[in-house]
């Protein structure tokens, strides 16, 4: 088994609150392991750019409660051509780093399979780090505890001054491709529709319940549209909408990056700490390829390949039909 003495992290893709707390997580374990740790700015960016700096314990005090990341995340095209790849190699290799945290998405670790392979002497380890909630092998990914939390904020302001003028509104969450926040969102909010990306939505369905609202004397509406609906975003649903249904005043609010900012919640703060922990422990294990994940409340260990080839996102039908009865 090759042992590991030098460990560089990075985070890469989307931003996301628990990001800081898995960064602080990561260098302390790290140290008091006798590792040395690099901190590389802007994700794959600053691999292939050589844009790196040693971290010692207190280069991570103060942290914890901070949304975004430290290290600055980008997403970075040149890292996806076999030359971009050489060259972030050639860097690692040329500081003596043997093992890399990335903290990401989907792409991130697609992008840390693909290197490893080519360059298997670097070990590689996932952290799952996206407010989407859309990575196989984590029940829970960074952010999407604080992320949720935040629309929860802003949705119950806007049914204050929904219920207020007798109004419906559209709410665009962030999800191009996954309807995690929008769910929870919609189940906390007590939305009366939930569109999401992994659902085509029947429009005429969605007027009916809009207009059956009506007629039982509902004061306000609200529509949670995930970004990536198939429809559109909140602008489209609510032009289709307004058409047929009259007497309700329509307004549209994209939520947008604010959902994205913010100091982790406790839970991110926790799953961040624990998951940093796990991830430095498990590659002074020998293990590589792998990403670190939290199920039913364990740290579980998924192969890469496993967690990227698994990872469609399977849509909760029991929540959604839940969500639709208790809003009646
Ligand atoms: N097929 C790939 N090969 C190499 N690198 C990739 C690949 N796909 C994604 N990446 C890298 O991962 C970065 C982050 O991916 P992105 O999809 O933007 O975010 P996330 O990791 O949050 O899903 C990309 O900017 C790119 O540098
Ligand atoms: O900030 P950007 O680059 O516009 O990206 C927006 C996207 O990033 C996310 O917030 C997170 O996506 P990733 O985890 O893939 O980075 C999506 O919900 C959203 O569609
Ligand atoms: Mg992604």
Redesign the pocket.
């Known amino acids: 088994m090759h042992k590991i003495s030098k460990l560089a992290v990075l985070t ?3 931003d ?1 609150p628990g990001m800081n707390p898995c960064i602080r997580s990561i260098v302390r374990t790290a140290i008091y392991n006798g590792l040395e740790v690099v901190g590389i700015r802007r ?3 600053g691999l292939i750019e050589d844009d790196m700096f040693p971290m010692g314990t207190r280069s991570v005090s103060n942290i914890l409660n901070l949304g975004g990341t430290i290290l600055k ?9 076999d030359e ?2 050489e060259i972030a190699y050639q860097n690692l290799k040329k500081r003596g780093i043997d093992a890399l945290v ?1 903290i ?9 399979l ?2 490893s392979k080519s360059y298997p002497d670097v070990a590689v380890m996932g952290v799952p ?2 407010i ?1 909630n859309d990575l196989y092998g984590s029940t829970y990914t960074l952010g999407f505890d604080t992320a949720t939390n935040t629309v929860i904020e802003a949705i119950d302001k806007i049914r204050d001054t929904a219920d207020a003028h007798d109004r419906l509104f559209f709410i665009e969450v962030m999800g191009r491709d996954s309807g995690a926040i929008a769910l929870r969102a919609g189940i906390s909010c007590g939305a009366e529709a939930i569109l999401l990306p992994e659902k085509e939505t029947a429009i005429d369905d969605l007027i009916e319940n809009l207009k059956s609202g009506q007629s039982k004397k509902k004061s306000s509406s609200i529509v949670i549209v995930a970004e990536g609906d198939k429809h559109g975003g909140a602008y489209d649903i609510a032009k289709l909408v307004e058409k047929q249904v009259k007497n309700y005043d329509i307004k549209v609010t994209i939520l947008g990056h604010l959902q994205r900012g913010g100091s982790p919640s406790a839970f991110d703060r926790v799953l961040g700490s624990r998951l940093g922990f796990a991830a430095v422990n498990a590659l002074i294990a020998g293990k590589t390829q792998m990403m670190v994940g939290l199920e039913a409340n364990y740290i579980k260990i998924t192969s890469l390949e496993e967690a990227l080839t698994q990872h469609e996102f399977k849509l909760e039908e029991d929540l959604m039909k839940m969500a639709e009865i208790l809003s009646i």
Do not use: I, N
Request: charged share 15%.
């Open positions: 890469s893709g989307g996301a994700g794959y960016q995340t980008a997403r970075c095209l040149p890292f996806r051509t971009g790849q990335v990401g998405g989907d792409g991130t670790f697609t992008g840390a693909r290197f780090g996206t989407d």
